[in-house]
């Protein structure tokens, strides 16, 4: 098993050990685990198989816009390589994703070339052990979209995680008047990101990073820190900004490590959010992170915004000249550990920096495709001096802030913001 295998597993069963507990329904003694998956291209359909250590029950049905086939399972642990279904080299079947969608709920997408219809999807037994079957067949544009209606009828919205993650929550010790700042690695779970060369999974890459940034603020002792995720899962969009929202974060940093085609482009962005996009490749970063939700197989929803209300346009327009200004002073503290991306300070609609009243950006480390980054992003000795410098950041804007709190006069806007 490589090491990076290794590691996802270990990740994987720290979130069956995490989960198992408040979903009192998931028996450990019925935890069911798949272990490879593989296609058999057959004359007139594509056959999906995972190999199981058990039989779960299946449900599966398709979705539009791109065409997808959902397959949910009850929590199934995925103990095989996270990448596996990427360019699996089907006619039918583009690529396919699989991991943990919710406490006690596991998931499979798998992306189409084009309108497919569901022949079998099941758990059955054969001489070689339990197994997942997924048969699909090719069918017409209409036939699909018809049945995808059908199902979006029955399933109008599909319900994020139930339960509050437990990242969220205050620790249950004596309560701190420090100031929250609200970390968020992105992607998780099935949804994972970005993917290097040699494997490496951009959900692996910035959880480690977050960790490293948790323990430095931790150790400047400004600010208390809260994970909006602290294991591979999956975690909508929206639910990373209502853990901010409601933790009454004085700071939301999501961290992310993208791809670009251009494998020459290297160093960080500090990303904020604006209406309109600064330039054309923020604008295609902010829609390719806005899929996140898409990649899970959720549907995206556009949120109801108060536009009109005077009280929340003032509130927004502060909130984010404390985002700009955040954004600017981390630009200059990163520039210490060198990678800065040429045009390092960047805005577009990311739906994750939407919070109107949390000042907000988003950290691109750095890119997967770039073979410089890719080292530095994958160094533990250049992780923690990134992870020191971004701390640094984040304990300088704490502090402006707490100082501006005691004397509102003096503080650039004049008006402190409602807590
Ligand atoms: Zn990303």
Redesign the pocket.
């Known amino acids: 098993m490589r090491a990076g295998a290794s590691r996802l597993f270990f990740f994987a069963l720290a979130v069956a050990g995490a989960l198992a507990r408040p979903a009192a329904a998931v028996e450990p003694a019925t935890e069911i685990s798949a272990l490879s998956a593989r296609i058999e291209a057959l004359s007139d359909r594509s056959r999906l198989l995972f190999d199981l250590t058990g039989l779960p029950p299946v449900t599966a049905y398709p979705v539009a816009n791109p065409p997808r086939i959902i397959v949910d399972l009850p929590q199934v642990l995925f103990r095989m390589e996270a990448n596996a279904g990427l360019a699996p080299g089907d006619k039918l079947i583009k690529s396919y994703r699989y991991g943990i969608f919710a406490p006690g709920r596991s998931r499979v997408v798998i992306d189409l070339t084009g309108p497919a219809k569901i022949l079998k999807a099941d758990s059955e037994p054969t001489a070689g052990g339990p197994r997942l079957v997924i048969e699909l067949a090719p069918t017409s544009a209409a036939y699909f979209a018809v049945t995808a209606a059908e199902q979006a009828r029955r399933q109008p919205a599909d319900p994020p995680p139930a339960q509050p993650l437990q990242a969220a929550k205050p620790p249950s010790d004596k309560p701190t008047d420090r100031p929250v700042v609200v970390i968020d690695p992105?992607?998780g779970g099935l949804d994972m990101?970005?993917t290097g060369k040699h494997g490496e999974l951009?959900k692996d890459v910035?959880l480690e990073f977050a960790r490293a940034l948790r323990q430095k603020i931790d150790e400047g002792g400004q600010a208390r820190v809260l994970l909006t995720r602290d294991h591979d899962m999956f975690l909508p969009l929206a639910e990373r900004v209502r853990i901010a929202r409601e933790n009454n974060a004085s700071l939301f940093v999501s961290i992310?490590?993208?791809t670009l085609a251009a494998a020459h482009v290297e160093g960080a962005t500090v990303y904020t959010v604006s209406e309109r996009a600064s330039d054309a490749e923020a604008a295609r970063m902010a829609e390719?992170?806005n899929l996140?939700d898409q990649a899970a197989g959720l549907e995206s929803k556009a949120d109801a915004e108060q536009v009109g209300d005077i009280l929340f346009e003032l509130t927004r327009r502060e909130t984010r000249s404390y985002s700009r200004q955040f954004s600017h002073s981390l630009i200059s503290f990163w520039k210490e550990v060198g990678a800065l991306n040429k045009n390092p300070s960047r805005s577009a609609g990311f739906v994750v920096l939407k919070a109107f009243d949390v000042p907000s950006v988003l950290l691109e480390l750095g890119y997967l495709s770039s073979d410089k980054d890719l080292a530095r992003l994958t160094s533990q000795e250049w992780r923690e001096r990134a992870a020191q410098k971004a701390a640094a950041a984040v304990d300088a804007f704490i502090s402006g802030r707490s100082r501006e709190a005691r004397a509102p006069a003096d503080g650039p806007s004049g008006a402190a913001r409602p807590q």
């Open positions: 992105g992607h990101g970005a951009e910035v992310h490590a993208d390719k992170e996140a």
